[in-house]
């Protein structure tokens, strides 16, 4: 599995794609092409090749990619063994808990021999509502022909629009004002629930509805 960057690091030589040939690089002709990271940003020479810089951003994408697994799979392994800690944890790392809810909630819907090394962790979340056989299926499709996830999120959508003989009639909720605290607890109840929020809402008010009618 790959390794993560310490971002705690003052300064670290960023590999872009070579391993030990870029510690050379810093003691030839090519010195000027290295590329350090800090806490902060990078740190580029003053010259810096098309290739070199190309191969700089695939590595700076897949640490970012992966981070997003890890950092769901973190969360996802507290909620389970840390139950009544876990947020405790996630405010000393000082990270943003809604964020991570939505790693760990794609995280907890692909198990790691689901994954796809060559598709991004977005691509898994487009598909990550759908049973996991036609999840899978989804990601094959991306993977095969190379989609990118704008690309998968459009063909989900003409398929769902191609399942439907005659949309249902829509009509929109009147916008409510509620308290920040509230909203909160009403998206963490989604997330529990395995949901989208705006899909939560809607099953929420259709079982009122059915109580108060007797339905």
Not at 120 to 144: K, N
Not at 185 to 196: F, N
């Amino acid at each position: 599995m790959q390794q993560i960057a310490k971002y705690g690091r003052r300064d670290s030589q960023l590999p872009a794609g070579r391993r030990s040939g870029d510690a050379a690089a810093g003691r030839g002709s090519n010195a000027q092409g290295r590329i350090l990271t800090t806490r902060v940003g990078l740190k580029i020479q003053a010259i810096l090749s098309y290739d070199r810089w190309e191969k700089a951003g695939l590595h700076i994408f897949q640490i970012a990619d992966s981070s997003a697994w890890c950092l769901g799979d973190w969360l996802v392994y507290g909620q389970e063994r840390y139950a009544d800690r876990y947020r405790t944890g996630v405010e000393a790392a000082g990270l943003d808990y809604q964020t991570l809810r939505n790693y760990a909630w794609v995280a907890r819907h692909f198990e790691l021999r689901r994954r796809r090394e060559h598709l991004s962790f977005g691509h898994h979340a487009e598909v990550a509502s759908l049973p996991p056989a036609e999840a899978d299926t989804w990601l094959d499709r991306a993977e095969e022909h190379g989609w990118s996830r704008n690309r998968l999120r459009l063909q989900l959508r003409e398929s769902r629009q191609g399942n439907r003989e005659v949309p249902p009639a829509r009509a929109s909720l009147p916008r409510i004002s509620a308290p920040f605290d509230r909203m909160e607890r009403w998206r963490e109840a989604a997330s529990k629930g395995e949901r989208d929020f705006e899909e939560w809402i809607l099953v929420t008010l259709d079982r009122a509805a059915a109580h108060e009618l007797g339905d």
